[in-house]
């Protein structure tokens, strides 16, 4: 049981190892008891997998678990995304057990809890799962198994969302990479059933995802720049695993950021869509979000890095639009769970309303702030975990920084240091899981970037 830990995002390990058989079982039986607890047995739970190897094997490992404790259990009939059968436990008011991991490598496999408000779970929901491993309760009805299509629910959902006769007028045209990841039968269809054209490759499920990575950054998705280059007025999108993250390759096939791609849609949503309300943005996400809300009008809360902060300030503050860095994102009158296939349909729908190419809409996002930020990200080794403390207590004592003094401090998630050329700040947080330092640098200049870097180096 020491093997099972739960991060930011559920419980992941590598099958056949620490993932197999008798810790689902633990696992599994662990979030019945939490179910059983705070809902009750007639508390209706579904479950869902990604394309990766033996999720199905384990998933229904758990249906049968949880079925045999009395639950009814509602089993996904094919390969889900994690949105949309977050979606669905909102809409079921059911909770949600998802086997996934999300974007890391092919060899990994994961269970996320997801409570009925249809976002991650916060950090006292799985502290109390984990207080219940290896504790029995009581069976005292007969279970039942529904093998269900989860579909049909979300895409209702999602076409009340998004204009997708505005995308039918789109003059671009649309390029989606499968990434043998399970957005396959579920982005597509969507296009499909609105007479939307669209390329595509990687339209089928690999456990192995290709011999790549299930990640829609430009590394893994070289493919698609590729077919984009090659070809005139091409827009590609792709997503991870389970779909919750999204990837963006503009017509002159390169990567758009997804702070880029949040700003975008922030300002699609409040001229074009009449949304009201404030931005929600993670700790790590760019001051750009913060000018462009500025010069909006709207005010940004700001969370610590994760998505379970993000999505538990979207269920405090209804804001128009949540992110983060990493490429997940939700918006107002959906789930407070990132969705990547909701994030590439939005992207769609921005440049369909603004008449604009994505290349276009990227240069006038920089114009509207008045610079062009650059980010990037180091990962500081250490020999152990004891030693991260100290290292944070030295980043906190710091007053200066590449000849530019500290204008403020924020300690809501490590140490964040703003400089006082008002574009330029230092983020330093702990993985949590390993001694290792996340430090995250933003700046207007590569020059500025640079120096930072070799600053953190010394």
């Not at 204009?163 to 789109?170: P, T």
């Not at 992110?323 to 296939?341: A, N, R, T, V």
């Not at 994505?358 to 114009?367: R, S």
């Not at 250490?382 to 290292?391: A, G, N, R, S, T």
């Amino acid at each position: 049981m020491s093997t099972i830990k739960f991060g930011t995002d559920g419980w992941r390990a590598i099958v056949g190892k620490d993932f197999n058989e008798e810790n689902v079982a633990i696992v599994s039986n662990a979030i019945g008891k939490y179910v059983f607890d705070n809902y009750g047995i007639y508390k209706t739970i579904i479950i869902g997998y990604d394309p990766r190897n033996k999720a199905r094997e384990f998933s229904m490992q758990c249906a049968e678990i949880l079925k045999s404790k009395g639950f009814k259990v509602l089993y996904s009939d094919k390969v889900i995304p994690t949105p949309v059968l977050a979606f669905n436990a909102k809409y079921l008011d059911a909770c949600a057990v998802m086997f996934t991991a999300s974007h890391n490598p092919p060899e990994y496999l994961g269970i996320k809890f997801i409570p009925d408000y249809a976002g991650p779970a916060t950090s006292e929901i799985t502290d109390e799962i984990v207080s219940n491993f290896g504790v029995e309760y009581p069976s005292c009805v007969k279970g039942k198994l529904v093998v269900t299509d989860f579909s049909n629910n979300y895409f209702k959902h999602v076409e009340r969302i998004i204009d997708f006769g505005k995308i039918k007028e789109l003059g671009t045209h649309i390029i989606f990479d499968g990434l043998y990841a399970a957005s396959i039968g579920y982005f597509d269809k969507l296009l499909s059933k609105k007479g939307i054209e669209y390329d595509s490759i990687h339209m089928y499920h690999d456990p192995n995802f290709g011999g790549g990575m299930p990640e829609p950054k430009p590394q893994y998705l070289q493919e698609l720049i590729d077919f984009i280059k090659s070809h005139k007025n091409y827009v590609g999108f792709a997503n991870d695993g389970d779909s919750d993250r999204f990837g963006v390759i503009n017509e002159n096939g390169a990567y758009v950021t997804p702070n880029e791609i949040i700003a975008i849609l922030l300002m699609h949503l409040k001229k074009n869509k009449n949304y009201t309300g404030c931005l929600v943005k993670t700790v790590g996400a760019s001051l750009m979000l913060d000018i462009v809300a500025q010069k909006l009008g709207i005010d940004v809360i700001e969370t610590p890095v994760g998505f379970k902060h993000v999505g538990e300030a979207m269920r405090k503050y209804h804001p128009i639009i949540a992110g983060e860095e990493s490429g997940g994102l939700s918006i107002q009158g959906h789930i407070p769970e990132k969705d990547g296939i909701l994030a590439n349909l939005l992207v769609l729908e921005a440049m369909a309303y603004s008449g604009k190419s994505l290349v276009q809409m990227q240069k006038d996002l920089n114009n509207f702030v008045g610079c062009t930020f650059i980010n990037t990200r180091v990962d500081k080794k250490l020999e152990k975990v004891e030693d991260v403390k100290p290292v944070l207590e030295k980043f906190s004592s710091i007053d200066e920084i590449i000849g530019l003094k500290i204008s403020k401090k924020d300690f809501k998630d490590g140490v964040k240091l703003y400089l006082e050329d008002g574009t330029s700040w230092i983020l330093v947080r702990p993985s949590g899981t390993e001694p290792l330092l996340r430090i995250y640098i933003e700046s207007d200049t590569n020059d500025k970037i640079e120096g930072i870097k070799s600053f953190i180096s010394e």
